[in-house]
Structures are given as structure tokens and as C-alpha cells.
């Protein structure tokens, strides 16, 4: 078995993702309001907040209570889709990790991928869409390329995560709001897809 992540680790990685959304709100707002809601930093903001909240009331015990805490809490207090989207996140993310109550880093690569599969069931959606996929499957597939050393994956699947979003601007929209605007939908980022980088940029940090 390779490094462990603990518990803990993942709790931080939910609290930093909720920094991360703090601190980029008004440029997740800005971002949606050109091809969107403009709510997905108002929405994101409450949501991240929440889950943390709930984690610190009760911290959990194995993994997929971490996963169902979360996910509920992003479920019940995010509008629009992406509560739905990040809410299945995460709980699909503790089920295949049931009673864990730490993972390796390939118990890790299978938790993210079953989170994100579960993204894209809800979703009906894929890569090139213009969503969050954009920026969650070349992610996952970059910590999956190598998970014997998680914050070394975690910081791949950031720079991947990352690059997935930057290279939404150019493309039209074929899932969500934005996709109603057809062809002026390019030449923006999508917010949904800025958002997911900072999900892997404070997983980044979590286990750095």
C-alpha cells in the first residue's frame, strides 16, 4: 500500500475547496453571467460553505460518510444543476469508497472516477460539451495515470483539471443554459468547468 490518506486530509480538501470558492465568487458570478445564471458563485459560495459546516458539526467516520455529508449539503443548498452535479460528485465518490476510513492512492483514483462517472450519468453530458467535464475527466485520467504517489497525482490532476477549463473558451455549448446561446457561447470559459479546477487545486494542496 502506497501513502495513506487520511480522514483529516480529506476534510481539509472540502474546507480549501471552500476557500477556493470564496475567494473566486465574484469571478465565478462574472464568468456566469455571460453565458449563464450568473449564480454559480453565489450558488457555489453557500454550497462549499455548507458542507463544511456540516463536517465540522460532525465529523465523519469512514469515507462514505464524508461523501454522503457533503454531497447532501451541496444538494440541498446549491441552485440550478450543479448542486445535482457536485451533490453526485461526492456521493458517488464515498460509495465506492464504503467503509473506508482511510485510501491509498488507487482507492483514491477509484473513488474520483466514480465520482465523476456519476457526473456524467446525471449529466448526460461529455468531454466537449462545454461543462465541467471539461476540466473533471482529464483530470481524473491525470491522477489515474500514475497514483502511487497521491499529492504528485493530485498536483497532475490540478494542472489537467485546469487546462480542461482554459480550453472550453473557445467551444460552443451543447449541454446546460449556455447551450441556448449557440454559437455566442464561444469565447467564454465555462464557469461550471473554473469551479472543477479549483475542486483539484485544493485537492492539490490537500495532500501536498
Known amino acids: 500500500m502506497g501513502t495513506e490518506i487520511s480522514l483529516p486530509t480529506l476534510v481539509s480538501w472540502v474546507t480549501l475547496f471552500r476557500d477556493r470558492i470564496a475567494a473566486e465568487q465574484g469571478r465565478l458570478t462574472e464568468l456566469d453571467s455571460a ?3 450568473a449564480d454559480h458563485g453565489a450558488n457555489m459560495a453557500r454550497g462549499t460553505a455548507a458542507a463544511a459546516a456540516k463536517l465540522d458539526e460532525t465529523p465523519p467516520a469512514t469515507v462514505d460518510a464524508l461523501g454522503k455529508t ?3 449539503a451541496l444538494v440541498s443548498t446549491v ?3 450543479s448542486g445535482p452535479l457536485y451533490g453526485t460528485f461526492f456521493l458517488r465518490f464515498g460509495t465506492q469508497a464504503a467503509g473506508a476510513a482511510a485510501l491509498d492512492g488507487a482507492a483514491l483514483a477509484a473513488a474520483l472516477r466514480a465520482g465523476a462517472e456519476g457526473v ?3 449529466g448526460k453530458a461529455s468531454a466537449g460539451d462545454k461543462t465541467m467535464l471539461d476540466a473533471m475527466l482529464p483530470a481524473v485520467e491525470a491522477f489515474e495515470a500514475d497514483p502511487s504517489d497521491p499529492a504528485a497525482a493530485a498536483s497532475a490532476a490540478a494542472g489537467a483539471a485546469r487546462a480542461g477549463s482554459d480550453a472550453t473558451e473557445p467551444l460552443v455549448a451543447r449541454k446546460g443554459r449556455a447551450s441556448y446561446l449557440g454559437e455566442r457561447s464561444a469565447g467564454h470559459l465555462d464557469p461550471g468547468s473554473v469551479s472543477t479546477a479549483l475542486l483539484f487545486e485544493a485537492l492539490a494542496e490537500a495532500l501536498a
Do not use: K
Open 35 to 37: 453565458i449563464g445564471d
Open 70 to 72: 457533503v454531497g447532501m
Open 79 to 81: 441552485g440550478g444543476a
Open 120 to 122: 456524467v450519468a446525471r
